[in-house]
T-cell receptor, first 111, second 111 residues
């Protein structure tokens, strides 16, 4: 099992561009989350999903969209990239045992 | 949002010494989790302690939870250079409640 995979690993965007960060899990977990990590800020929750078709906002949702059409996939869309969105993005999933499993992260730079 | 706050922010010790990190949180919890993050990598789950537990062990890790003080501590005994990482506490994560992380403690173990 691959666990949680994220693509791409690295990405450079120009201000105003849009893109989608991909996240997929093969653990059949109901719950999935997106976090961003900035130096000295820990992980901040962007959006999360408690199941296919259900999403909700976290602490810092502005500028991001998500959808959850399947259990496996939880893409994160940047609508119009801004330099403030330069960060490392982590996707995670968890089941009823509560332990979260994280992907390796996507390093995004917005110029 | 409920959030753990780790203390200290950074800790440097010699190999073989014990490392203690503390976490305080704001609201009542179902469980508290500790994660480790090696530089540039995703987070890895270390241990989960439930609100009705006071102490839990896993290998060289010992976690305590004091719900009356809303605090937890993580003790790593006989530390090794490989323990060098950032350690985060997180609360929530039960069912529909996503995990919320603190800002972490950076542990450096010097050989």
């Amino acid at each position: 099992n691959a666990g949680v995979t994220q693509t791409p690993k690295f990405q450079v965007l120009k201000t105003g561009q849009s893109m989608t960060l991909q996240c997929a899990q093969d653990m059949n977990h109901e719950y999935m989350s997106w976090y961003r990590q900035d130096p000295g800020m820990g992980l901040r929750l962007i959006h999360y999903s408690v199941g296919a078709g259900i999403t909700d906002q976290g602490e810092v949702p502005n500028g991001y969209n998500v959808s959850r059409s399947t259990t496996e996939d939880f893409p994160l869309r940047l609508l119009s990239a801004a330099p403030s969105q330069t960060s490392v993005y982590f996707c995670a999933c968890y089941g009823r045992a509560d332990e979260q499993f994280f992907g390796p992260g996507t390093r995004l730079t917005v110029l | 949002s409920q959030q753990g706050e780790e203390d200290p922010q950074a800790l440097s010790i010699q190999e073989g010494e014990n490392a203690t990190m503390n976490c305080s949180y704001k609201t009542s919890i179902n469980n508290l989790q500790w994660y480790r993050q090696n530089s540039g990598r995703g987070l890895v789950h270390l241990i989960l302690i439930r609100s009705n537990e006071r102490e839990k062990h896993s290998g060289r890790l010992r976690v305590t939870l004091d719900t009356s003080k809303k605090s937890s501590s993580l003790l790593i005994t006989a530390s090794r250079a490989a323990d060098t990482a950032s350690y985060f506490c997180a609360t929530g994560g039960s069912g529909n409640t996503p995990l919320v992380f603190g800002k972490g403690t950076r542990l450096s173990v010097i050989a």
